[in-house]
């Protein structure tokens, strides 16, 4: 990703003043004074110039965070999502590749650089009684004028509806955004912990046990990967754990004018406009994920190594014997610099960046089996593999800032030397903004050539030391879309081209459809209004051919009618209705646990009746709160199939198939709470 200077002269809106302050503990007893003010919060992301305000629409607030618009989980918050709008995976530098958790985690790349001018609290808390439990709080505040702060933490605590598929996740994420009083310097800083835990229960082991009466409590369907270990905890777990520390700082040399306020306060403010920048980045981090199964059946790993073990199915398990773990790390450090040129007018400005980076990755597996010289013996121990890398980058752009204004953006990186070298990505957009209300049509296309990540070239631990390689994948993208939100239409469509795809197979294995293949998409959004009634459709279509080894239906749609209204000199804001979600008839994807990644299985078609769900949200002033009734359609259709699992060891003469089934009828309910001082 092209990096460009972070611009100070935007990204601050508090004005500075060289006037004494005024001591105001007097107005504390003349409530004649006091002023009952909105604060004024907004954010920037590390290197765009457009300031956004924090959404405070109740419209969509009901709606379940982390699987928006089109992403599904397994059925239980926090657990592994697939997108069914086909998104392909970034695959063009180093990576250990363990995507199927990304929607929860802090990204340093995507963290908000807040300014406000005063300090700013986040609360909100969602539940659907003992089953999932989420909680977050965010703080920001200035300070100085020209340096803030912004602290975040989340907890997702899900036990699920089935039994064995227990969530438990921490995030947490720090930034910070200082610039000189001149405007000359700017820092941005970043730092992101997280941390998934993912207990693997393998799904229910027969779908006819969803609308059987011995099992109205969906707790005691059995399971894939049931043993004697726990009866709340599964003995098999997916742990991912990442720290990522980002520092950027820039100075920038151009033209800095002082602007006084026509009043008597004597307040003034700097503008700066940038001719010529050095941006430095320096990023840090370290990713581990940790597979273990304590009660292993030797037949979930047939296709990767053969190991009797004395679980071996029967649901025994002995403390400390006959276990399966392996630990994966990846740590990096990237360093680059840029150099920056601006072109035009205030706000009107044509950004261009050239520069060159240096990377250090290193991947680490253990435990390892070697045997002990002159010995029939065997040692534990690991491996680790280290590289060094270079790649130089570009960008240019200009972003439409003003009404009518022409908006692109072109950027590239290229890997020159180490194990990536030849990879790249290549991207440009076109955006023209059409008069007022945010009208704008867009184009755009993409293109990238990357190697497979580490975990599907590699499957290492005590029994097993299994290497794949794979030709480069290579994906470009073309895409349009329309927007006019004055009649609140949206559009667009896109088409990928796609050559050597890399994917997980139903046997277990990685492999590569070299045949390559296109998969255009189409989507449009329409809201319809009659005074406070809104009708709110989108649509999406998506088309695959041959044996395209990709799991996604040809045709999504949702629909949410609802009445949206203020009342009390609109103190209160509402809205409530219905929502419908559904897909045609498909072949979903599977879930490969020992992978930790979803796999293409063909072999399960899945006709589920639409989602349906009823809501009432309300916002007062800083608060707003939702109160569902989630999965209304569980009350008349109970089978409802979302993803297979692993295929089971033929017992009684069948092969047994698990599937991962949709949550209960369930109330949730939720709020946010805005707090300033």
Known sequence: MALLPATPARAQFSNLSNKPARDTTLDKTNNTRWKNQEATVRFVKL????IYSPDTTVHTFHRRPFIQPWARDMGNPGSPIYNLLFTPEYRVGPSLGYHVYDPFRFNVDSLYYYNTDRP???????????????????????????????????????????????????????????????????????????????????GIISDSFLSSDRFIDR????????????????????????????????????????????????????????RFSITHNTTVSTEKHTFTDFAPDSVRYVTLFDHAFANNGSGYYAAGNDSVFMQQEWVWADNKVLF??????????????????????????KPLSYPMPDSPFFYKGYERHSRASTYIEGQIS????????????????????GDWAGNFNLSGTLKKKLGEGGNAIQAGFSQ?????????????????????????????????NIELPKVKLYAGARVYTIANFIYLTDNGQPSQYTVPFTLPQAWLRKVFRLGSFYLDNELVYQVTTGNTPVNVPLVMGRHQLSYEHGIFKNALIVATGIEARYN???????????????????????????ELRAFFNFRIKRFRAFVVADNLQQTFARNAILYTGMPLPIRNGSPILPVYAAPNFVIRFGFTWAMVN
Request: proline content about 3%; charged content about 15%; hydrophobic content about 30%.
């Open 448 to 480: 990238q050539l990357g190697t497979a990540p580490y975990s599907l070239t590699n499957y290492k631990n005590m029994f097993a030391y299994k290497t794949w390689s794979f030709d480069k994948e290579s994906i470009t993208e073309v895409h349009g």
């Open 47 to 50: 290197n765009s110039d457009r």
């Open 340 to 365: 920056n040129g601006f072109l035009g007018k205030e706000g009107q400005q044509l950004k261009f960046s050239a520069g060159a980076g240096a990377r250090y990755d290193q991947f680490v597996f």
């Open 584 to 610: 045609t008839p498909y072949t979903p994807a599977g879930y490969n646990a020992l992978f930790n990644r979803f796999y293409y299985q063909d072999s399960v078609t899945i006709t589920n009746v639409p």
């Open 120 to 202: 700013y609290s986040l609360f909100s808390y969602q539940s659907a009684g003992r089953q999932e439990n989420l909680a977050q709080i965010m703080h920001t505040q200035n300070v100085r004028p020209n340096w803030n702060f912004a602290i975040q933490y989340r907890k997702l605590n899900s036990p699920g509806y089935f039994k064995l598929q227990r969530n438990n996740h921490d995030n947490a994420a720090f930034s910070t955004n200082y610039s000189s009083l001149n405007k000359h310097y700017n820092l941005r800083a970043g730092l992101v912990y997280n941390k998934q835990q993912h207990d693997e229960s393998g």
């Open 398 to 417: 200009k972003e439409a800032l003003t009404k009518g204004s022409w908006e692109f953006n072109a950027a590239t990186r290229l890997y020159t030397s």
């Open 219 to 274: 707790k005691t369907i059995n399971t894939a990967y049931e043993s004697n270990y726990s009866t709340t905890r599964s003995s098999m777990s997916n742990v991912q754990r990442d720290f990522t520390l980002m520092l950027q700082h820039a100075y920038t040399w151009g033209q800095t004018d002082t602007t006084f306020d026509d009043d008597d306060t004597a307040a003034y403010s700097y503008t700066l406009t940038p």
